[in-house]
C-alpha cells in the first residue's frame, strides 16, 4: 500500500571547479546516502562548474574525467556552467559528455541553427517509483557573445525557463530549477515562476546554510569548491498531490569521513593528468623567469606573443597570470599549463586615443599589483603590475605607441585579457569594441609563439 506522505531526497553540489581534494569524501558521502534511500525516491544532481581547466586532471582530459567521477558517484541529471560551455572548444564540449550515464539538461541552450545537441535535454519529467512526476528544468549563465563564438547559442534564461515550466507544469507534481544564473537572477525566477517548488543555485558561489524561502519556493546552494553537499527534502501529498514540506541543510565536506584511499587516488589524478600534457610543444632557447611585480624574461616573450598573435597596435597584461618559470630547453603542456592554469582568452579591445590614455593612468593603481583576484578566470593569487607592450615613454614625457607618439582622436587595438574586459578594472572597456579570441586561451598563445620562434631559429 503506498503512503499517504512520500519524502523525496535531492543531494546536490555545484561550482566544484575541479577542486578534487574534496571529491573523495563527497563521492563516499553520496554513495553512503544512495544505500540509506535505496527504497526511497532520491535524485544527485550537479548544477555546474564541476569542470575547471586549472585542474590537471580535467586539462588532461579535457573535463573527460570529471564526467568520469560524476559517473561513478551516480549522478542522476546535471546542467553545465560556463566552465564547461565556453574554456571547452565546440568540438571538446559537443564530445564531453558522450560516456556520461547521468543526463544533462539545460532549457537555454542550441547550437546556431536553433538545434538542440543530442547530449543536451531541455527539460526532464522524471517519474519516482511512487508514481510522482518531478519536473526538472536548468539554465547556464547568459555569456551569449562567447557562446556564439564557439558556435553555440543561448537563449534568454528567465523567459525560456518560463515557457518550459509553462509547458511541462500541467504534466508534474513536482517543479525543480537546476540554475547556474547567480543569486539575484534566482530571486528572479522565484517571482516570474512562482510554480518552482525548488530552485537549486550555483554560479555566485553563494551559500544557504538552511535554504531561503522566497513564496512558495526554496532556494538551496552549496557555495563552490565542494566544501558542502546539499541536501533537500521535499514532503510530497499524494492526496493533496503537491508537496507540502520542504527543508534544505548542508553538510561541510571537512566534516564527512574521508576514504583511507583518498589520497592515493588524488595522486592518480595528477599523474594520470601530467601523464597526458607530458609532451613538448616548443624548445625555448633560454630560462624564462616570472616575476610579479616588475617586467620579466617571461613577460617579454608573452608580450610579444600576444602582439604576433592578435596583430594587435599594443597590448597589456597583469605580471600576476605566471604562476611558474619556463624551463630551458624542451617545454611541454605540463610547463605550460603549470605556468598558465587559467581559463582567460586574449581579447582585442578599439579604444580612442584618449580612452588608451585613461587605461594607463588607471593601470597605475598602487594597490592592484598587491590586489588578491578570485574569479574572472584568474587562478592565481596576486595581481601582480599591469604591464604594456609596444607602449614607452620618451624623455619628454611623450607617450609612443609602436614608436610613435599617441593622438588623442585615433583609434589604437590593445591586445589583452578577457577577464579585464568585464568592466571592473576599466570601465572603458565594458562598451567598447571587443574581438573576443576563441577558444583559444592565453596559453595557447605561447604555445603558437614559441613554436613559431622555433622554427624561425631553425630556418
Known amino acids: 500500500m503506498r503512503k499517504l506522505r512520500e519524502t523525496i531526497h535531492i543531494y546536490h553540489t555545484n561550482d566544484l571547479h575541479s577542486h578534487l581534494e574534496n571529491w573523495p569524501s563527497i563521492h563516499h558521502f553520496l554513495s553512503e546516502r544512495r544505500k540509506k534511500h535505496a527504497s526511497d525516491s532520491s535524485l544527485i544532481l550537479d548544477i555546474g562548474d564541476h569542470v575547471d581547466r586549472s585542474n590537471i586532471y580535467t586539462e588532461g582530459t579535457l573535463g573527460k574525467g570529471n564526467v568520469k567521477l560524476l559517473n561513478e558517484a551516480r549522478y542522476d541529471y546535471a546542467t553545465i556552467g560556463n566552465n564547461e560551455g565556453i574554456t571547452l572548444s565546440h568540438e571538446e564540449l559537443d564530445s564531453l559528455y558522450e560516456q556520461a550515464k547521468f543526463e544533462v539538461i539545460v532549457s537555454n541552450f542550441t547550437d546556431l541553427e536553433g538545434n538542440i545537441p543530442r547530449w543536451v535535454k531541455p527539460y526532464k519529467i522524471h517519474q519516482t517509483a511512487s508514481g510522482i512526476r518531478i519536473g526538472i528544468i536548468a539554465a547556464t549563465a ?49 517571482e516570474l515562476i512562482p510554480s518552482l517548488d525548488l530552485i537549486l543555485g550555483a554560479h555566485t558561489h553563494h551559500l544557504f546554510e538552511e535554504g531561503k524561502m522566497v513564496g512558495n519556493t526554496l532556494q538551496a546552494a552549496t557555495g563552490k569548491f565542494g566544501m558542502y553537499v546539499g541536501y533537500v527534502s521535499l514532503e510530497y501529498d499524494h492526496s493533496m498531490k503537491r508537496v ?209 620562434e622555433e622554427h624561425k631559429c631553425r630556418a
Not at 177 to 190: P, V, W
Not at 281 to 291: A, D, G, I, M, Q
Open 142 to 190: 547568459d555569456y551569449s557573445v562567447y557562446y556564439e563564438k564557439l558556435g553555440w547559442r543561448l537563449q534568454d534564461p528567465l523567459p525560456r525557463l518560463q515557457a518550459v515550466a509553462d509547458q511541462i507544469s500541467p504534466h508534474v507534481d513536482v517543479l525543480i530549477c537546476m540554475s547556474h544564473l547567480g543569486k539575484s537572477k534566482d530571486e528572479e525566477l522565484c
Open 244 to 452: 507540502v514540506s520542504k527543508q534544505a541543510v548542508v553538510y561541510p565536506t571537512d566534516e564527512l569521513p574521508v576514504p583511507q584511499n583518498a589520497g592515493h587516488t588524488m595522486e592518480n589524478w595528477e599523474r594520470i593528468g601530467k601523464e597526458k600534457l607530458s609532451y613538448p610543444v616548443f624548445t625555448s632557447n633560454s630560462l624564462l623567469k616570472k616575476e610579479w611585480f616588475n617586467g620579466s624574461e617571461l613577460a617579454n616573450f608573452f608580450g610579444k606573443a600576444l602582439l604576433a598573435y592578435t596583430n594587435a597596435d599594443c597590448a597589456m597584461f597583469p605580471a600576476g597570470i605566471f604562476l611558474k618559470d619556463l624551463p630551458e630547453g624542451p617545454v611541454t603542456a605540463w610547463d605550460l599549463h603549470q605556468c598558465l592554469p587559467h581559463p582567460i582568452n586574449p581579447c582585442i579591445v578599439t579604444l580612442s586615443g584618449a580612452e588608451l590614455l585613461e587605461v594607463m593612468e588607471l593601470s597605475k593603481n598602487e594597490k592592484w599589483p598587491n590586489l588578491e583576484v578570485k574569479g574572472l578566470g584568474f587562478r592565481g593569487k596576486y595581481l601582480g603590475a599591469i604591464l604594456f607592450e609596444q607602449v614607452e615613454q620618451d624623455m619628454h614625457g611623450q607617450l609612443l605607441i609602436k614608436g610613435e607618439p599617441l593622438t588623442l582622436h585615433q583609434t589604437y587595438r590593445l591586445a589583452t585579457l578577457d577577464m579585464f574586459t568585464f568592466g571592473f578594472f576599466f570601465p572603458s572597456f565594458k562598451t567598447a569594441k571587443k574581438q573576443y579570441i576563441m577558444p583559444e586561451t592565453i596559453r595557447d598563445v605561447i604555445k603558437w609563439y614559441g613554436i613559431k
